[in-house]
Structures are given as C-alpha cells and as structure tokens.
C-alpha cells in the first residue's frame, strides 16, 4: 500500500492535491455533464449530492470543484464521484427523474476487492477485456484504477445515434455489463478471495471521477488501456507522482452496437428485463400478473402527485408516504384519527397550491402535519425519503422496476387537470381509486403513445 509522505495535515493535503491543475482538469472534463458527488473522509461515511439550495451538484466549470471543496468543507471532502449517466440538463431534482433528459449511460464493470489483492483483480479485469475483444470492442475499452479494485468502462460514445434512436442508454449499458458477467461468472470460482463484480448500473449510480482521491487510501484513480493491464502497477496510482492517461477520449461510434444488440435481446434493458428461461425438466408455472399491495400503490402516487405540484423529490416521498400510512389508518380507526386543518373549497391552479404553515403542510386542499425538521409525520413518528425509499421503493421493485414505475405514474397523473391532483377527494376518486388494484395492467403496462397531457411541469 502506497504512503504518502506528508508534512501537512490530511484537510490540507487533499486541498493541495485538488489544486493540481491536472487533477481539476480531470475531473472536470470527465464529469461535466454528470451528476456529482462527493465523499468526506470520517470513519461514518458522509455522501454529498446536493448543493446548499437542495439543487444536484455538477461541474459548469473547473472553478466549481474548488467552490464546492470550500462549500462543504465541514465533511472533509475526499472524493469525488459522477453518474453513469449524462444529462442534457443537470439544474434541478426533476432533471434527474426525467429519463428522456439522459442523452448516454456509461458501461461499467466494478470489480471489488481487496487493495493486496490486486493482482487478482486486474486477472479479472483481463478477462473482461478479452471477452470484449471477442465481441470486436477494442478501441473504446479503458480501465480506472478506482483504489480497493478496478472500473472497466465502455466509452458511452461507443453507441451509434442509430441505436441511441431505439433504445434508452440505460437499457443498453445494463444489458452489456449483464451479458458479459454471465459470460464470465463461471470462470470466476478459480477465485478464492472474496472478489466480487456485480451489475451496479441503475438509474443514480455514481462510480469514482479520473484522479480523484480513495475516500480512505492514498490512492489516485488513474486511467489506463486494456493493453497495459499486465505491466500496471500499484504505484502508478501515487496521489504524488501518479501515471495517467485520458484514454476516456479514445472511442470509435458504432463499435459497440453489435454486442448491445445482442445482449438487448439476451438480457433486455434497464427498464425491461427478460426473465431467465426456466430449467429444463422443470415444470413451468402458470404465468400471472404480478400485483402492487394498494399501500404501495397509494404512496407511489402520491408521491408522483406531489412532485408534479412541488418539483421537490425529497418532500415528495416523505409526502407519498405519510399518505399511505394515514389512509390506513383512517381505514382501520375511522374518526379517531386527529387530521390537521384543510382548506375550504377547491384550490385553483392560479392560486398558490402549496404552503407551509408552522407544523403543517398543505397541498392544494389536503393538509399533513410537520416534524421539526420539515418532513411529512403522524402522531410522534416522521416519514422520511429514507423510510420511502425502504417500504416503498424497494417493494416495488421486488415485483417491477421502481424507476419504471415511478415514470409511467407521472404520465397516469398528466393525463388528469391541474384541480384534480389540488383535490383530496377528486384525486382519491379519480385517480387513485381506479387502479389500486390494477395499477400494473392499468398504468404500467398500458402504451402510452401519443396523447394530450392536460398540463406540463
């Protein structure tokens, strides 16, 4: 393991190695266009995405990283991180819930493993590399030593505008990653460490920027081609004198559609992915359509109906999924359930439709108590983006796609007026009421093809 020789204290050594015009000029051509991140270095992990106006954090220009060093320099920045994703837009919440705003997806393979271990790591790395020459992909291939392990990558470039016309990016760079693991899995038990390489793309995934530091080892990520993978060492990754190449550049169009093609079909995408054959001599289940508890579907809309109001994901959750919990509750206990003052008659579009009172929040004519802190609560007990994420999301997912789900919601609820999601009763008649049962055959598998949305956020 690498020792960096230091005269300094870590908070000034790191913000010495953030000063090196390479590294600025790294990290910024790199993760331009991207959602960043970044991570303070605590024994408790701490992960920045969002600026101090709740808006994603991104690279405008090169000045941003030392701005956004100095912003949140109370978590000991150390490293930083971009998504998978690129966008056309990067300005708010909503701009990364709209998967029409991604314009590339970058495949990854993320081989973990441990630091003394890395000889085994780049055997794995050269095994990817091989199976990716086999499919022709030669040029658009590179590696980043990421610190405990190996990021091999794709170029997002590698994919014709062709192919980019008939399929989301992040549908082609799950397929790819997944194809060329099944292709590998098997030889991967000759391991006996515990080395692990997984499908990590999704819809937020962040992988570690070129140059940037190890969040705990004395570690830059530096780039290089599969061509080097024998003759890497691990002190080309030396924060003080690290070897790097900006070989994230080297690309050829097209390279890389046969195999994305080929795996669309084996493994299907991101947001539609094929179900494995079953076993010979097992016998096939009768195929139903999966179902959505109505608590599940209850939150899920909700939330989508607030963000369309708000344009505000976090309060959007906790909202979705406080609602959830009071319909239940009101089911079960009828009028011994305590509900905050609402507003009188229908709220108009042209009128404010949300306001926070102190303790209360309302939306449109429906009003949901506070906690101290800002988020949604019944009774002594809050619903934060956590709680949704881990009730809500994830159970979700455990029968369709989350991030699917979550997009055709928000095109359910476009096709309704502005006055009914400002309406409480309207929208549980409306809106809910019809598919809370039949949300999958209703809303999720229904085309939604070409038609008139009532009003747009």
Request: aromatic share 12%; charged share 30%.
């Amino acid at each position: 393991m690498i020792r960096v020789n230091r005269s300094k204290s870590t908070r000034s050594w790191v913000s010495d190695y953030y000063s090196n015009p390479k590294v600025v000029e790294e990290l910024f051509k790199y993760g331009r266009g991207r959602w960043i991140a970044i991570e303070g270095d605590s024994k408790k992990r701490v992960f920045v995405r969002y600026d101090r106006k709740k808006a994603p954090l991104r690279f405008k220009e090169a000045s941003d990283i030392s701005r956004i060093l100095k912003d949140f320099w109370f978590v000991n920045p150390r490293s930083f991180y971009g998504s998978v994703n690129k966008y056309l837009r990067v300005s708010k919440n909503s701009d990364l819930e709209d998967i029409s705003n991604i314009i590339s997806s970058t495949p990854t393979w993320d081989v973990d493993n441990a630091v003394e271990n890395w000889r085994e790591t780049l055997r794995v790395c050269r095994m990817i590399a091989n199976e990716l020459e086999k499919e022709k992909i030669v040029k658009s291939v590179y590696l980043k030593w990421s610190g405990r392990g190996c990021h091999i990558h794709i170029s997002e470039k590698a994919f014709s505008e062709k192919l980019l016309k008939t399929n989301h990016p992040l549908d082609i760079a799950f397929a790819v990653v997944e194809y060329i693991i099944r292709k590998i899995k098997p030889k991967l038990t000759d391991f006996e460490s515990n080395l692990k390489i997984e499908n990590k793309i999704d819809l937020k995934r962040v992988f570690t920027l070129p140059l940037s530091l190890h969040r705990m080892l004395d570690y830059s990520c530096v780039c290089f081609k599969p061509d080097e993978i024998e003759s890497f060492d691990l002190s080309w990754a030396n924060p003080e004198s690290f070897r790097h190449k900006s070989v994230y550049n080297d690309f050829e169009v097209g390279e890389a559609d046969e195999l994305a093609e080929k795996a669309l079909s084996t493994v299907g995408g991101y947001f539609n992915r094929v179900v494995p054959m079953p076993q010979s001599g097992v016998k096939k289940k009768v195929e139903e359509t999966p179902r959505l508890g109505r608590f599940q579907v209850m939150a899920l809309l909700q939330a989508a109906r607030c963000f369309l109001l708000t344009s505000d994901i976090e309060k959007s959750k906790s909202f979705g999924l406080n609602r959830a919990i009071f319909y239940a509750w009101a089911k079960r206990r009828g009028a011994e359930v305590k509900k905050p003052p609402s507003r009188k008659g229908i709220v108009k579009p042209h009128e404010k439709p949300i306001e926070e009172e102190k303790n209360i929040f309302h939306l449109g004519n429906e009003a949901a108590y506070l906690s101290e802190d800002g988020w949604l609560a019944i009774g002594n007990t809050k619903q934060t983006p956590q709680d949704y994420d881990n009730q809500i999301a994830k159970r979700i997912s455990g029968v369709i796609p989350y991030e699917e789900a979550w997009r055709r919601a928000l095109e359910y609820l476009k096709k309704f007026p502005q006055e009914v999601l400002l309406d409480q009763q309207k929208f549980f008649n409306q809106v809910y009421k019809p598919v809370r049962d039949s949300f999958i055959e209703t809303v999720y598998k229904k085309e939604t093809g070409n038609r008139k949305l009532h009003w747009e956020t």
